[in-house]
């Protein structure tokens, strides 16, 4: 007897589980990038580029500049690095 395949939709993420599914999908991409040979700077360049293409097309350009000039302030506090980014 042969039964029909049945998807269950799950119900949507919250919006902190969404980033770390995301962000477990691409440190996936990025670790098997990086065994293909692929430049970590190059993988970097190319991320930022599709982030803000992705943004500036949800957003529009005036708004993501606008959250782009709070970034330096984000990198001198430490936001970005590895050791606060584990916590």
Not at 38 to 47: H, K, M, P
Request: charged share 20%.
């Amino acid at each position: 007897m042969s039964h029909p395949a049945f998807t269950t939709a799950r119900a949507p993420l919250h919006d902190h589980e969404q980033k770390q599914a995301a962000l477990g999908y691409l440190n996936e991409a990025w670790a098997e990038a990086r065994h293909d040979g692929v430049d970590g700077d190059c993988l970097a360049q190319a991320s930022l580029f599709a982030a803000f293409a992705e943004l500036v097309g949800t957003y529009g350009e005036d708004a993501v500049a606008k959250f782009v000039e709070g970034l330096p302030v984000r990198v001198r506090n430490g936001e970005f690095s590895i050791t606060l980014a584990k916590q």
